[in-house]
């Protein structure tokens, strides 16, 4: 069964930091891109994040430039968000999501991920 798992979620205060993982099972990570995104209540979801795990390359939004990094353990199956210097805008439900096909450019779009995970809270207090 194919499964992407979130985990890492959690409250922490403006300037705090989480690191999120996402664990998959059931298809290995090597030649997929992995993407994080998050939705915030009354929002659409963005992206915040790619890596596409067969050469490294990482992909990351404006808003989180310099703040947050990406990474990935093909032995594990799993790949990380680091979060750091986290502002309360950060606050949203975060997602990871794979794709073998996706297109160069196309990184942080949500649309035509083949799989998606739960999702982990992650909240900023101020």
């Known amino acids: 069964q194919v499964q992407l798992v979130e985990s890492g979620g959690g409250l922490v205060q403006t300037g705090g930091s989480l690191r999120l993982s996402c664990a998959a099972s059931?298809?290995?990570?090597?030649?997929?891109?992995i993407g994080w995104f998050r939705q915030a209540p009354g929002k659409e979801r963005e992206g915040v994040s790619c890596?596409?795990?067969?050469?490294?390359?990482?992909w990351y939004a404006d808003s989180v430039k310099g703040r947050f990094t990406v990474s990935r353990d093909n032995g594990k199956n799993t790949v990380y968000l680091q979060m750091n210097s986290l502002k309360p805008e950060d606050t949203a439900v975060y997602y990871c999501?794979?794709?073998?096909?996706?297109?160069?450019?196309?990184?942080?779009?949500?649309?035509?991920?083949?799989?998606w995970g739960q999702g982990t809270q992650v909240t900023v207090s101020s």
């Open positions: 890596i596409r795990s067969s050469d490294g390359r990482t």
């Open positions: 999501a794979a794709d073998p096909y996706r297109l160069w450019g196309e990184e942080l779009v949500p649309s035509g991920y083949d799989y």
């Open positions: 059931g298809f290995t990570l090597d030649y997929y891109a």
